[in-house]
């Protein structure tokens, strides 16, 4: 079975309510768009945070985009807490600058942080 991908409008508008309730203003989610995908044969990953780098933008004559995908056949299956928290993790994955590169995990996407706009967020509701 090949990888089938969706566009997720769901997801479009649970990343704008995140970035915009959590105050993660840089990130333009006019360039952030979610997909949903089906018959990964990958078994721990739930969602997965793409970006357009440099020479692409420059080659192509365009500024940065990112993609979230999530992996259907797990992502569905959670909790709306779990769902709200793997979108935050995959967002912190999008640097300050927006250029199109990618923050790792170490010091920037961790538990701790993800748990901490997930209570800004709970808060603000």
């Known amino acids: 079975m090949t990888i089938s991908y969706r566009p997720a409008e769901d997801l479009k508008v649970l990343v704008e309510e995140i970035v915009c309730r959590a105050g993660l203003d840089y990130i333009d989610t006019s360039r952030v768009l979610c997909f949903r995908s089906r018959g990964s044969k990958s078994k ?58 990618l923050r790792p995990h170490r010091g920037y996407v961790t538990n701790r942080a993800i748990n901490e706009i997930y209570s800004r967020l709970r808060a603000r509701r």
């Open 44 to 101: 721990r990953i739930v969602a997965r945070c793409y970006s357009l780098p440099k020479i692409w933008q420059i080659g192509l004559g365009t500024d940065a985009h990112y993609i979230i995908e999530v992996i259907s056949e797990r992502f569905d299956k959670m909790s709306e807490e779990e769902r709200v928290k793997v979108i935050i993790h995959e967002l912190l994955h999008i640097p300050r600058t927006f250029g199109g590169g």
